[in-house]
């Protein structure tokens, strides 16, 4: 079976996540990732390597295939076209939880901005939301923590 996974950053802001997000997406063997809406790119407009990305990535954002893109929509109906399973990692009242999401590969997973996740508009695109419960008093984990735990949960189920 092809284990295909993309990774899909939906504005992000935080330079670190996103290097960090890269680093966990190489060690998950992650094909590639798209950087969409405002999430920065490894390299600025001027090719030069970012630094806070190239810290926390620790060079994974050399070896892992990226691409920036602009339109997300446009994105997930060229991957759903080719086959990809789409799921949004989110939280959200049509959601399931994580561990009980049946992926099938290809796999394209999509998170969204630090504070405000993906807009109603991205989840109906998507074929699933799956989303961490959470137990304690906050709502949500840092994004490159829930890219970490879904990826790895989705990579290892048959």
């Given at each position: 079976?092809?284990?295909?996974?993309?990774?899909?950053?939906?504005?992000?802001?935080?330079?670190?996540?996103?290097?960090?997000?890269?680093?966990?997406?190489?060690?998950?063997?992650?094909?590639?990732?798209?950087?969409?809406?405002?999430?920065?790119?490894?390299?600025?407009?001027?090719?030069?390597?970012?630094?806070?990305?190239?810290?926390?990535?620790?060079?994974?954002?050399?070896?892992?295939?990226?691409?920036?893109?602009?339109?997300?929509?446009?994105?997930?109906?060229?991957?759903?076209?080719?086959?990809?399973?789409?799921?949004?990692?989110?939280?959200?009242?049509?959601?399931?939880?994580?561990?009980?999401?049946?992926?099938?590969?290809?796999?394209?997973?999509?998170?969204?901005?630090?504070v405000r996740g993906l807009s109603k508009k991205?989840?109906?695109?998507?074929?699933?939301?799956?989303?961490?419960?959470?137990?304690?008093?906050?709502?949500?984990?840092?994004?490159?923590?829930?890219?970490?735990?879904?990826?790895?949960?989705?990579?290892?189920k048959i």
């Amino acid at each position: 079976m092809n284990k295909n996974i993309f990774v899909v950053l939906h504005n992000i802001r935080s330079l670190n996540n996103v290097g960090s997000i890269f680093r966990t997406a190489d060690g998950a063997g992650v094909l590639k990732i798209f950087l969409t809406g405002y999430t920065p790119a490894p390299v600025d407009s001027f090719n030069r390597e970012r630094k806070e990305i190239h810290k926390t990535a620790l060079g994974a954002e050399k070896f892992i295939e990226w691409e920036k893109t602009g339109d997300i929509g446009k994105l997930i109906k060229k991957l759903r076209k080719e086959g990809v399973c789409v799921v949004a990692v989110e939280q959200s009242p049509k959601a399931i939880d994580y561990k009980k999401f049946k992926p099938k590969f290809p796999l394209a997973i999509i998170l969204g901005n630090e504070v405000r996740g993906l807009s109603k508009k991205v989840l109906e695109k998507c074929g699933a939301i799956a989303q961490i419960p959470m137990c304690g008093k906050k709502e949500s984990l840092n994004i490159a923590v829930a890219a970490g735990i879904a990826l790895y949960e989705f990579k290892n189920k048959i």
